[in-house]
């Protein structure tokens, strides 16, 4: 995206710059065929098949637009076992472009995950956070460890217009290092922060939080898989770094951390995963799991093709003009919704647009799944796919109950550099009819429930004839349009 401003001040919108050379066909059912397809896919709109989907925005993993550079360099692929050319490249990126010296490859980000905690986590440790990711907190409470969440109050407000929502509560770190320093493994700063909206964490407070680390002899250990946006955040809404480059913020933000590690389906534009290092000590620790699960040091599960995408990708990532285009287009969105009234997580963050499906429908009970419902109608009035992050994301407690999520949300991912204004103008068009028709929506509930990860796999039907009337709701809006 650029800063080109257009002529009118009333029609200012994000420009792209860059061009589109290879595309591929979407389709948009008719209404009546979405609602079949909803209830085929048991209301989970992870069971729903690409085809039947116009925008899917379900998440931001694995699915972004790979560059012209990206791709030619993908022909020069070293495959070899071991003394490959590509994992020299993509070493010698990671030096460039993060100043790290050091790193392992893994086929994707939670094994990295897995690696950090198999490494450092043993039963009755515990691992604080500004806030967990399903992925990580799995690995880490497999192996018998804990998770705390240290995310200051305004990261779980929803309506707090704080820019840097996932900044930690630096007092309570500080109290509870002090009574639990014995059993930290390491801290876990997620940059990003996933899932409280794709919040930033400030520079300031990560800094903070990793001398604090130091001060303590804990390992400080940053998720990096969302500091693209994080990055587009810290360079313009943090004022001591207005005038850096992107290149500047990266170097000396990864020098303060002891470990650093990214999901290369998110950051890099491609696919794959690394753990990157100056400590070669700690390496030396993690490095027996690489082939232990992953695969041969200089690929560790990865296809050669990727790494060299990744490495080229690494590069765009400190290109303003390519990590500006998912923030301005999410805050474009999110601007039109808010005009609206409808209630979006704000202020506009990464990865995608959230809807809170608890002003959405405040007198549905909260055992009916506010945002699956949401993401069911999301689909059903625009083919749009969604991703549920409320309840049905959480498990259920031990003895069976319910654990209600903090957030009942419906996350709309952007994936980076792949839709184009008009088709976020659509997406928002949608939004705003199933606002004005929220009294129609009903809930749902299970039919089939498996007891882990049950957002991947369950199946949930409608409580009543909702999904009926807002089809009729929409023929009577629309004609016969799509
Ligand atoms: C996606 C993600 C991961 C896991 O990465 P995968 O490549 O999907 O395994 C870890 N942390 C964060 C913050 C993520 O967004």
Redesign the pocket.
């Known amino acids: 995206m650029s800063t080109v401003k257009f002529y009118k001040e009333e029609h200012q919108v994000p420009l792209e710059m860059h061009k589109v050379r290879i595309v591929q066909k979407l389709f948009l059912l008719p209404i009546e065929e979405r609602l079949k397809k909803m209830n085929e896919a048991g209301n989970n709109t992870f069971l729903l098949q690409n085809k039947d989907i116009y925008m899917d925005m379900l998440t ?3 699915v972004n637009a790979m560059s012209d550079n990206q791709q030619a360099a993908m022909f020069q692929a070293d495959d070899s076992y071991a003394g490959s050319e590509t994992c020299n490249r993509l070493k010698k990126a990671i030096q460039d472009v993060m100043g790290i010296s050091g790193f392992l490859p893994a086929h ?6 897995n690696i950090l905690a198999e490494t450092f986590c043993k039963p009755g440790d515990v691992v604080p956070m500004n806030f967990h ?1 399903t ?2 907190k799995a690995h880490i409470t497999r192996l018998g460890a804990e998770v705390v969440e240290l995310v200051a109050q305004k990261g779980l407000q929803a309506d707090s217009m704080d820019p840097f929502k996932g900044d930690f509560d630096i007092p309570r770190l500080k109290q509870f290092i002090q009574e639990n320093k014995e059993r930290i493994s390491f801290l876990r700063i ?5 899932l409280i909206g794709g919040q930033p964490i400030s520079m300031a407070n990560m800094l903070e939080v990793a001398q604090i680390c130091k001060d303590n002899g804990i390992i400080s250990v940053m ?1 990096a ?2 500091l693209q946006d994080n990055l587009y955040f810290i360079k313009t809404r943090e004022a001591a770094y207005k005038d850096k480059s992107t290149k500047e913020i990266m170097h000396e933000l990864c020098a303060a951390m002891d470990i650093t590690y990214f ?4 950051l890099g534009f491609a696919r794959g ?1 690394c753990i990157c290092s100056n400590n070669a000590d700690l390496l030396l620790k993690m490095k027996e799991y690489v082939p232990l699960f992953e695969g041969f040091l200089t690929y560790g599960g990865m296809e050669v093709r990727s790494m060299e995408a990744i490495a080229v990708g690494l590069y765009e990532t400190l290109d303003m003009e390519y990590i500006s285009q998912g923030p301005l287009f999410i805050e474009h969105m999110i601007k039109e919704l808010d005009a609206y009234g409808v209630p979006v997580v704000k202020p506009a963050g990464g990865l995608g647009v959230h809807l809170d499906a608890s002003k959405f429908f405040p007198d549905m009970p909260h055992n009916q799944y506010p945002a699956g419902a949401l993401a069911a109608a999301m689909y059903i009035a625009g083919g749009i796919r969604g991703m549920e992050r409320g309840t049905i994301s959480e498990q259920r407690e031990p003895d069976g109950t319910e654990r209600y999520a903090e957030l009942e949300l419906l996350r709309l991912a952007v994936p980076r550099r792949v839709f184009t204004l008009s088709q976020i103008e659509y997406v928002a068009d949608r939004v705003k009819w199933v606002w004005d028709n929220r009294h129609l929506v009903g809930g749902l509930r299970f039919v089939e429930e498996p007891s882990v990860l049950r957002f991947f796999f369950g199946r949930l039907e409608p409580v009543n004839d909702w999904q009926e009337k807002l089809v009729a709701q929409f023929r009577s809006d629309f004609g016969d349009s799509l």
């Open positions: 931001d993993s694995g994707q980000g939670r094994a990295c995950e990711f992925t990580t997620e940059t990003g922060t996933n998720d898989s969302l999901s290369a389906r998110k995963g």
